[in-house]
Structure formats: structure tokens, C-alpha cells
T-cell receptor
Framework: AQSVSQHNHHVILSEAASLELGCNYS??????LFWYVQYPGQHLQLLLK??????LVKGIKGFEAEFIKSKFSFNLRKPSVQWSDTAEYFC??????????FGKGTMLLVSP | DGGITQSPKYLFRKEGQNVTLSCEQN?????MYWYRQDPGQGLRLIYY???????QKGDIAEGYSVSREKKESFPLTVTSAQKNPTAFYLC?????????????FGPGTRLTVT
């Protein structure tokens, strides 16, 4: 069975700091990779996704993620965080049309 | 305005009672899902349904039941057999997007059982 590991459960940053959230998955085949975000009081929404092609994908709100197949990783990055980025971030993986497997989430707190 | 609605936002029940959580979507999506979210546990799949009148167990189906009589609706019943029912419940639906499905989520229902 697939598993997804998010190494940082809580991250605290000051505004303008750079962000990198780690995500590793266990499955070695062809995977689809997602990052979702849950802002306080809001719906879980898709930040970005990777299916194939360019391993550096760009999403909404200035986020990007890099797929490194040899490391089974899909880390999320943002060069300069804002207070409004305070949220919980989830990495998710599936294979083909199978159901998603989610990581346990990383709570990001950005202090103004 | 298309989307997924879950009602109510907050639900309180006494231990030993069954409770049904509502999920409706007007996105014309075929597949629907129920997840449970607990602090530090991420999202865990309870049940999913790819077509009307068919559904499959997810990773933590014990103590839950579902029905899918209409494409738009996928209610979840939390039975008295569920040992730890207090949680945040998320409903989702999905549409085919390239080589996979892309899921869209509702606002969630926070269930408290005392």
C-alpha cells in the first residue's frame, strides 16, 4: 500500500521567509502527486498537481513543487511567505484512477 | 453556483445514537468520497462511490454506512458502532482530469459525540 510522509508537522516562519515543506511517498510506480491547502475556516483546495512532464510545477498563490523521482519526493516551496499563507498543507498521491492517499499534514504559521 | 454542500456545519449527538451527515453536489461529478480528518492524522478515506447505487469501503469503514441513490447525494451515517466518532468529516467529489481524478471538497461537518 502507498504511504505519504510529511516530515514537518508544524512550521513557524516570519513573513518574507522562504518555505519548503517535505513530502515523500512509498510507491515506486507511476504516480500522480498533489498538494492541497486548508486555510482556517475554508474548504480544502488544490494548490498544484503533477502528472507528468516538467518536474517543476507551479500552482496558485506563488507556490511551486518539484518532483524528484529518484528521491520519491514532491516538496512544496514558496520563495517568500505571507501571513495569509497560514494554513494546513497536505500532500497526496495516487496511481492512475485509484483513491488518494494523504499525508498527515503540515500546519504552517506565518507571523507578521 | 456549483459546488459541494455539507450540512450541518456542526453536529452534536449523544453516545449510542446514529447520525447522518449530508453531502450534496451540483457539479455533475460521478464519483464521491467521505473522509475523516483528525488532528495530526491527515485525511483518511471512509467510503467512496464511483457510480449511483455502488460504493466501496475505504481504509476506515468500520462503524460507518453510506448510500448512493442519486448522483448528487452521498449521505454518511455514523453508527453507534463507531468507537471514536468525534471528528471533522469531509465530503468530496471528483472529475476525470488527465490520467487521474481531481477531487473537490466540501466545507466539512464537525461532529461531536458526548
Amino acid at each position: 500500500a502507498q504511504s505519504v510522509s510529511q516530515h514537518n508537522h508544524h512550521v513557524i516562519l516570519s513573513e518574507a521567509a522562504s518555505l519548503e515543506l517535505g513530502c515523500n511517498y512509498s510507491y515506486g510506480g507511476t504516480v500522480n502527486l498533489f498538494w492541497y491547502v486548508q486555510y482556517p475556516g475554508q474548504h480544502l483546495q488544490l494548490l498544484l498537481k503533477y502528472f507528468s512532464g516538467d518536474p517543476l510545477v507551479k500552482g496558485i498563490k506563488g507556490f511551486e513543487a518539484e518532483f524528484i523521482k529518484s528521491k520519491f519526493s514532491f516538496n512544496l516551496r514558496k520563495p517568500s511567505v505571507q501571513w495569509s499563507d497560514t494554513a494546513e498543507y497536505f500532500c497526496a498521491v495516487n496511481e492512475g484512477y485509484s483513491t488518494l492517499t494523504f499525508g498527515k499534514g503540515t500546519m504552517l504559521l506565518v507571523s507578521p | 453556483d456549483g459546488g459541494i454542500t455539507q450540512s450541518p456545519k456542526y453536529l452534536f449527538r449523544k453516545e449510542g445514537q446514529n447520525v447522518t451527515l449530508s453531502c450534496e453536489q451540483n457539479l455533475n461529478h460521478d464519483a464521491m468520497y467521505w473522509y475523516r480528518q483528525d488532528p495530526g492524522q491527515g485525511l483518511r478515506l471512509i467510503y467512496y462511490s464511483q457510480i449511483v447505487n455502488d460504493f466501496q469501503k475505504g481504509d476506515i469503514a468500520e462503524g460507518y454506512s453510506v448510500s448512493r441513490e442519486k448522483k448528487e447525494s452521498f449521505p454518511l451515517t455514523v453508527t453507534s458502532a463507531q468507537k471514536n466518532p468525534t471528528a471533522f468529516y469531509l465530503c468530496a467529489s471528483s472529475i476525470e482530469a488527465g490520467p487521474t481524478y481531481e477531487q473537490y471538497f466540501g466545507p466539512g461537518t464537525r461532529l461531536t459525540v458526548t
